[in-house]
């Protein structure tokens, strides 16, 4: 038998969370970003769950060119645009859309020697100091982009560094406002801002986290009204019970110290697999349908847990490390971290099983490239 600890990607729940976004957001398209393996869902498994899409964005060229190449014809969005002057021909082979930031990328695309132009994404640092034109050069940078025979649409875009929070957004759309020009078309809202500031919505928006049902503020609450449900579920299995007296100690570093007589459920999962090292004692999981919770530091393979209450626990009982019984937002934040950071540190021993009832001819094959 294999090991019990495995990840499972719901692509009904990912299908539905785009087809929530696209009602909410009618009148924009929408770019479904599918950055850093799909927020560790895993991009060849899950991007047939999103075809009804507009667009995928995404930073990685590699990525990009595989969707070409496993059927994808409609747009793609290169967010931090490319990354040498070498791929710009790339660009032009597989149609993809870049966004600009520098001069640099300018240059690049004004000296290749293009059959036909490359879309761009023009971009405006409106106040999150990453990347993009001030906006006291951005209307040059926009002039300068029409003078370029290589550049064929152009649409402008900027990024919010609070959304979640509310923070400074009022800035932030002043500055856009103010150096932004009215006859380009707009992407502006991520995930919070499509949920929470529907003026941002634009031409174009680019939700990436909540697609995967997660809080972008890292709150569950925050989402919890929104009908937007978790795509993935970590689960695994009950290896052993231990009965620890009071006073005894669990795991590396004897951290944990037992407050009186326990059974302790031990976990097939550990850092090795994914999950957090620096997970706190009282971190949640579910356990045989029961919310317990961490006790013990993690180690390479396994983590323990307080079962004591639970006299039906037993070995091979299921454990849900997060998904759709306990938010992934809930574990991030007893861990002092947010959902995208364990989404994406899933590591590639752990067994990925893919669920999908979408009577959808796309999906034939889809486990052979999972």
Known sequence: MSRPTKVTINLDALSHNLSVIKERVKGSKVWSVVKADAYGHGLSCVWPALSHTD????????????LREQGWVGPILLLEGF???EDVYL??????????HSD???DAIEKAQLERPINIYLKLNSGMNRLGYRSDVYQQAIARAKSINNIGSIIQMSHFANADTGLNMDAQKAVINQAMVKELPRCLANSA????????????????????GV???????DIADFDLQPVMTFNSEILAIQQVKKGEQIGYGSRYIAERDMRIGVVACGYADGYPRHAPDGTPVVVNGHKTQLVGRISMDMLTVDVTDFPDV????PVELWGEQLPVDDV???????????LCAIAPRVTVEVMINLPNSTFSDLNESC
């Open 314 to 317: 037993t070995y091979g009982n």
């Open 193 to 212: 801002a499509t949920l929470f500031y529907p003026e941002t919505y634009q031409d174009w928006v680019r939700p990436g986290i909540i697609l995967y």
């Open 55 to 66: 667009g995928f964005a995404l930073i990685e060229l590699d990525k990009a060119i595989m």
């Open 215 to 221: 809080s972008p503020s890292g709150i569950w609450q």
């Open 83 to 85: 990354f040498k002057p």
């Open 91 to 100: 660009l032009e082979r597989y149609s993809l859309t870049t966004t600009v």
């Open 104 to 106: 640099w990328q300018f």
């Open 332 to 342: 991030a934040t007893a861990c002092g971290t947010i959902g995208y950071e364990l």
